[in-house]
């Protein structure tokens, strides 16, 4: 009779942690914001001409079939590639650099369609359109429609600072003394000489060195063969709210403008 009595008691406790379990599991998935909407942006072309229409789709549904936003969204990048040859001495600068232009932003919002429901995908399937920025085109300069004036001008600080400093670190003393003595005469050899301990630079010598070299500047360093590509890269992506509170941001699709 004992043995029976513990036996009934360990089946109801065992019984009991199932109907725990099962009301803890329930209770998790019926607290908002558990669920999040699915969402797929398909891909799009990597390469749009300004002014373009793009015609984006995107699959989304929900457990709860319920959305309070649907969002495009875009981060907007400029791509710098610049090519110099120094005119005093035999050296080709490359510079390649992608910078913040937009770090997020909305384009548009859209209205949930309940329409728009496929059945073949099992989800809501929409093609809103973004219209590429006519002042995204790519910019390109070079001594075909530029000075060195005009490229000083419209280059980014943080490229001709990366210009001024690896001029410095990378040509030698030499070609160094060519510049700023022979050739451009910003200093006297003298002068020159104190930037150095040996063929290496002392402690203030290379911060001297280009300020020197920014006192000359782009139009006394650099050939008249130069190169500018200032080209706009576009990522979007969606952002979706469902009923719950829950919101999932797609992937994104990138491509540049040209």
């Not at 530029?146 to 990378?170: K, M, R, V």
């Amino acid at each position: 009779m004992k043995q029976i009595l513990n036996i009934s008691i360990a089946c109801s406790f065992f019984c009991l942690l199932l109907s725990c379990d099962r009301n803890d599991v329930i209770d998790e998935l019926s607290s908002p914001g558990v669920f999040t909407p699915n969402v797929y942006f398909l891909p799009i072309d990597p390469i749009a001409p300004a002014g373009a229409t793009i015609a984006t789709e995107v699959e989304y549904w929900s457990e709860d079939d319920d959305f309070v936003s649907i969002k495009m969204l875009q981060s907007v990048f400029l791509d710098d590639k610049i090519s110099f040859n120094l005119s005093a001495t035999n050296y080709a600068y490359a510079y390649e650099n992608r910078r913040d232009k937009v770090e997020e932003e909305v384009v548009s919002t859209i209205p949930h369609n309940f329409n728009a429901f496929v059945p073949a995908k099992n989800s809501y399937v929409i093609t809103p359109a973004y219209q590429v920025p006519t002042d995204f085109r790519r910019v390109t300069r070079s001594s075909t429609n530029s000075s060195i004036a005009e490229l000083q001008s419209t280059l980014p600080p943080e490229a001709l600072e990366d210009f001024y400093d690896e001029i410095a670190t990378n040509l030698s003393k030499t070609q160094l003394q060519t510049i700023l003595v022979d050739v451009d005469s910003v200093i006297t050899l003298a002068t020159f000489e104190t930037y150095f301990e040996g063929s290496n630079f002392n402690a203030e010598g290379k911060e001297k060195t280009i300020t020197n070299l920014k006192s000359i500047g782009l139009q006394g360093l650099i050939k008249p063969d130069f190169k500018y590509e200032l080209s706009h890269r576009v990522a979007l992506y969606f952002s979706i709210e469902n009923g719950l509170g829950g919101i999932n941001t797609s992937i994104a699709r990138a491509f540049t403008v040209n």
